[in-house]
T-cell receptor, first 115, second 114 residues
Framework: DARVTQTPRHKVTEMGQEVTMRCQPI?????VFWYRQTMMQGLELLAYFRNRAPLDDSGMPKDRFSAEMPDATLATLKIQPSEPRDSAVYFC?????????????FGPGTRLTVL | AQSVTQPDIHITVSEGASLELRCNYS??????LFWYVQSPGQGLQLLLKYFSGDTLVQGIKGFEAEFKRSQSSFNLRKPSVHWSDAAEYFCAVGASGGADGLTFGKGTHLIIQP
């Protein structure tokens, strides 16, 4: 059963530290999404890639967040420096292509706590 | 800009009773609509999706949803809920369906009473 995997599942860090979250999309999927879930804002799209190229990162704070896909099997989301307001659950999702009928498959999320 | 409203933050239903979760969307053209479910500590799982055609959509786990353009609604229904249905339910809309980013509602927390 193919799944999206995310590491770490939980991360506690102190303000100012760098945080890196990793995502392994389902093999063969060429679209990767990053979402953030908070109590106040709900689920928000941060950025997404197709064929490893960024398509939209308008939802991401540019000064401290960066997203990359070093290869087709790995997507990363980095926060540097981290702040308490970044505490949230970060979800990665992958999709098989560029069709409107595609389904996005979500990973289990990384729960980030910034003290 | 597209948006999704789920008016009910919490809903409590007795086991075996019917369920309807409300979803209203705002979008200029024909939307692509989704319902996802999130169990505690888990990611989101797709229940069903609407793109075109029949306005009554069948999904997994016995769920269905009806698209009503005149009411800008896409309500989720189940005739008889089970204790395992307790979870968070999210409605989402996409301008390009699943190919691009989705806009989610704030979610409805479903509680099942014995």
């Amino acid at each position: 059963d193919a799944r999206v995997t995310q590491t770490p599942r939980h991360k506690v860090t102190e303000m100012g530290q760098e945080v890196t979250m990793r995502c392994q999309p389902i093999l063969g999927h060429n679209t990767v999404f990053w979402y953030r879930q908070t109590m106040m804002q709900g689920l928000e799209l941060l950025a997404y890639f197709r064929n490893r190229a960024p398509l939209d990162d308008s939802g991401m704070p540019k000064d401290r967040f960066s997203a990359e896909m070093p290869d087709a099997t790995l997507a990363t989301l980095k926060i540097q420096p981290s702040e308490p307001r970044d505490s949230a659950v970060y979800f990665c999702a992958s999709g098989p292509g560029h069709r409107s009928t595609d389904t996005q498959y979500f990973g289990p999320g990384t729960r980030l706590t910034v003290l | 800009a597209q948006s999704v409203t789920q008016p009910d933050i919490h809903i409590t239903v007795s086991e075996g009773a019917s369920l309807e979760l409300r979803c209203n969307y705002s979008y200029g053209a024909t939307p692509y609509l989704f319902w996802y479910v999130q169990s505690p500590g888990q990611g989101l799982q797709l229940l069903l999706k609407y793109f075109s055609g029949d306005t009554l959509v069948q999904g997994i786990k016995g769920f269905e949803a009806e698209f009503k353009r005149s009411q800008s609604s896409f309500n989720l229904r189940k005739p008889s809920v089970h204790w395992s249905d307790a979870a968070e339910y999210f409605c989402a809309v996409g301008a390009s369906g699943g190919a691009d980013g989705l806009t989610f509602g704030k979610g409805t927390h479903l509680i099942i009473q014995p």
